[in-house]
């Protein structure tokens, strides 16, 4: 199945694909370990900086590597890319989702370029996410209240939202209803469903996004994918168990140098985190 298939599955059945970042081996290890043992379907991404250290192709041939050898759907998608250039390395390297972020960009120099890349994108049969509200926060933890941070800029207009989409043709829309990127001390995510559903409802025939789902409880995950997130994107958490984790086994092991003998804990404890995630989106034995 296609990635846009794979997406009208969700929608249709009302269950989200879980987009995990990839920066390194052993998170791409454990992501796909969850994936097949859930015997769900998976979004692998990597945003510019980790494109850049793990190389598009590279990648790409891991996904297409593990997909064949454990039996599983296995996308890719290109994150948070903020210019035409970036896009296209995406688009070259043969990800399966691209996603412009035009949100730091003036409105119609956002729409412009998202036009460009829409019709480079989809002459391959690629799916394109665009964005328009900046998502405030970056995938670290933070100190204070997803609130205050949430409370920067206003949310996503429903009917700017249906303009944008209209305009660009983009097949999926980042919406920003409450949600940051990251994990914060005091917690405070709070999603502003009422404002979801009616994006959504703007967009009948278009998929939407939940970005920063690091830290967002549960039941407010299961709910927005109820009134029509199809993706929900973490990075956090993940990032969050691999230096802790990797810490303890590193204090354990004073003496270890080959470190593949001593990081599958560290593997083992994001597979967790994926396992449980893929179990709230409802993406589990859709295989």
């Known amino acids: 199945?296609?990635?846009?298939?794979?997406?009208?599955?969700?929608?249709?059945?009302?269950?989200?694909?879980?987009?995990?970042?990839?920066?390194?081996?052993?998170?791409?290890?454990?992501?796909?370990?969850?994936?097949?043992?859930?015997?769900?379907?998976?979004?692998?991404?990597?945003?510019?900086?980790?494109?850049?250290?793990?190389?598009?192709?590279?990648?790409?041939?891991?996904?297409?590597?593990?997909?064949?050898?454990?039996?599983?759907?296995?996308?890719?998608?290109?994150?948070?890319?903020?210019?035409?250039?970036?896009?296209?390395?995406?688009?070259?390297?043969?990800?399966?989702?691209?996603?412009?972020?035009?949100?730091?960009?003036?409105?119609?120099?956002?729409?412009?370029?998202?036009?460009?890349?829409?019709?480079?994108?989809?002459?391959?049969?690629?799916?394109?996410?665009?964005?328009?509200?900046?998502?405030?926060?970056?995938?670290?933890v933070h100190s204070g209240s997803a609130k205050v941070?949430?409370?920067?800029?206003?949310?996503?207009d429903p009917n700017k939202a249906e303009q944008f989409v209209k305009v660009t043709g983009v097949d999926i829309l980042a919406a920003f209803f409450g949600n940051v990127h990251g994990v914060f001390s005091e917690g405070g995510e709070d999603l502003d469903l009422d404002r979801l559903e009616e994006i959504s409802s703007k967009m009948p025939d278009k998929f939407l996004s939940l970005h920063g789902g690091s830290g967002i409880a549960d039941e407010q995950v299961k709910e927005a994918i109820e009134r029509g997130i199809t993706k929900v994107n973490i990075n956090t958490e993940m990032r969050q168990a691999f230096r802790e984790n990797m810490e303890n086994v590193l204090d354990k092991n004073p003496d270890e140098i080959a470190m593949y003998k001593i990081e599958q804990p560290v593997i083992d404890e994001i597979q967790k985190i994926v396992e449980q995630k893929i179990d709230v989106f409802g993406s589990a034995n859709k295989i």
């Open 149 to 156: 941070e949430s409370a920067k800029i206003p949310m996503t």
């Open 1 to 140: 199945m296609t990635a846009r298939e794979w997406l009208e599955k969700a929608k249709r059945e009302k269950f989200a694909i879980g987009a995990f970042n990839v920066g390194n081996l052993e998170t791409f290890k454990a992501i796909v370990a969850a994936a097949h043992a859930k015997k769900s379907p998976v979004i692998i991404e990597s945003s510019p900086g980790e494109t850049e250290w793990m190389e598009a192709d590279n990648i790409v041939d891991l996904a297409r590597n593990y997909s064949k050898d454990l039996g599983i759907p296995i996308l890719v998608n290109l994150d948070h890319a903020e210019s035409l250039e970036q896009c296209q390395i995406g688009i070259e390297a043969g990800y399966d989702l691209i996603h412009f972020d035009g949100s730091k960009l003036a409105f119609e120099e956002n729409l412009e370029i998202a036009k460009k890349v829409v019709a480079l994108a989809h002459q391959k049969g690629l799916i394109v996410e665009g964005e328009f509200d900046h998502i405030q926060g970056s995938s670290e």
